[in-house]
């Protein structure tokens, strides 16, 4: 059986759409294959389209810089071809394809981790949403300060993500929302955009849905509640109390985590909905070279990386900190062995390298680990606001 992959055109939209429909119980798709922003690669046997994958632009921040990734999505093959490497054959060559477009790092929410695990993708950041019950929220105290809020207009699609992107490069994992992937003009079809005006720009602004539930009234779901202060969130989730007289409970999406422990009045225990996301480090010079460090001293660690998907930096390579810059450059001893599935979590602080070890992804020169976790220095955990 061979397998023929390219990228897929327009004119493969009937058949990719038709194997994603069965895949995923889609309802009738509408709109073009290629939208701005993406691509994808498909699989040929004897001519017939056997499976598909598509590959998104975005960028995370990573220490405040936004590094290029690639969102994998729609992975599905023929439920008659399954089994026999076709998925597979997709993630090789995704890997070779998102290097080419300067995407050193990969991210998709995965029904089927084993599968990605084989290819070098691991666990790495959270998408949250949690229920805020509205006694709860009620006891949340005013703001000191009053901003008046009002309703957003075009005008301040620039503002909002602007201030979007005040706090998100300060939270690890957090896409930049940038164009053309990203479409900010579809903030303007949510039912509730609120904003606070500041001085220089917006300090603040909210955005939700009213989306029907098991409950007789339905849900508030609100996407983004992001305040660059104090007084912002206050007012912001102050502002949510006006919802008590028809609600017991809202939905919020966890776009910056202080909001919710440090601010909100959240019960002991609360309800989560966690999708975990995994990461793969498709080029480890180019990865680290993105990303924004901890500043340390001058150092290096020596690493041997196993990797038999991405032989363009498997095997011994020394990451380097010299005046402020961490770099790779092949050579060294290889004292610290970091199979391809430790590259992910180490990248975006999810796990430490102790964490790794006793996973048996790592192994070695502890006093090398030790700097390896220096480097990244995270606090918190990893996060996405954005599904794809
Ligand atoms: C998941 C899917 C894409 C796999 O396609 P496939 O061509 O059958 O996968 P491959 O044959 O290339 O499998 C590669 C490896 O992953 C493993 N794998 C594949 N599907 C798996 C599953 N559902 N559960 C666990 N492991 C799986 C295989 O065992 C194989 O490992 P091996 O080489 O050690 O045997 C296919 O089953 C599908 O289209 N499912 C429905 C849609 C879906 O769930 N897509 C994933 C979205 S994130």
Redesign the pocket.
Known sequence: MSVHIREFTEDDRDAVFRLRKV??NGGKPSGPLLRPGSHGLLAEIDGRVA?VLGIGEYAQFYGGAAVPMGGV?????D?A?????????L?DASLEAMREHGQPISV?????P???R?FGWERAGLFEWVELPMDRLLTVPNPTELIPSRPMDESDLTALHDCYLQVARTIDGMADRRPPRMDLEKVLEMDLVSVLPGPDGLRGYLTAGREPSSRDMGTLKVYDLIGVDVEAQLNLLASLKSWAGTLEAIELRITDPATLNLLAATPMRYSVWTSTWMLRVVDLPAAVAARGWTRLANTAVDLEIIDEHAPWHAGPQRIVVEDGVVRVEPGGTGAVRMHARALGPWFTGFQNTHALRRAGLLEGDPAGAAVLDQLVGSSGIPRLADFF
């Open positions: 895949a995923f499976g999505g729609g992975v599905a093959v439920a071809i399954r089994g026999r490497g076709v998925a597979g054959a993630l998709l929410y995965a029904t089927v084993t599968l990605y084989k």
